[in-house]
């Protein structure tokens, strides 16, 4: 395993990864992806990997999801750390949070419709002193940059004053995926962020909250993005197929060599174990540097 991030001072406490799915259906190749990458990248620095299904927003849930994502994550052979983490049981770790920063100052109560935002940038224009059938917005800074290092995508910036002040907690009750990621992140001690790059615009709204609840920045590593023929994200809203049960080696072995890993010949029809035990060894991130997009192997595409 060859990789910069071995120096970062954040190992000195060693590190700690974990794959974060939404439950909205089963794991497909796409998903498999992330959860492939964050697993070998923590096993290579002897890092903890941890699961949390993010079950914040049920209207977009598939109830049999959860259950079903956890059976083909170990079926695949990649067994997390702990117990799985539920963010539906976390309702008061997030107010506790969102008070805090009500505390500080950086969160406003706001009832603007989404239609009376419409387009604009919103730096603590909607404010009302409603206490009820209220949001709560993060105030995000009117202007400037906010960058960050990449360890795939190099620096990546975000004009702050295209973001505007964010939900925290909607008007109809749920928690925003953004403070929600960062209050578990920050609980579950991650130092290290192995996703998708369809990410990576919420990291600079992440970055804000880590800063605001003062605590250290992980590292991130935002992986591209698997292709369909059409040229579209493979995804559950594109109809990815479901991953099978029955033909783990290859469907691993074709993972693994589209995250530029080369499992060698012999390898390729191992058991689960083997081949992650060869693929934990070989591990190097750096052959996705600067990726965005790699198209999905024939077979898992759509017709
Ligand atoms: N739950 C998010 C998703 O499934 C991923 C969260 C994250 O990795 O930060 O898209």
New binding site residues.
Partial sequence: MTDSASSSPLLQGGYTGRF???PTGPLHFG?LL?ALASYLDARAHDGRWLVRI?DLDPPREDPTAAASILHTLEAYGLHWDGSVRYQSGRHAAYQQRLEQLISQGLAFPCQCSRKQLAGKPHHGNCHCHATEDIAWRFLCPAQGEYCFDDRLQGRWCEDLSRIGDFVLQRRDGPWS?QLA?VCDDIDQGMTH?V??I??ID?TARQALLYQALEQPLPQYAHIPVALENNGQKLSKQNLARPLRTDNISATLTAALQWLQQSPPAGLQQAPAGELLQWAVSHWDIRRLNGQQALPAPVIFRRD
Avoid: K, N
Wanted: aromatic fraction near 8%.
């Fill in positions: 974060a799915p939404s998903s992330a993010e995926y990621v962020i996703r998708g369809d990410l919420s």
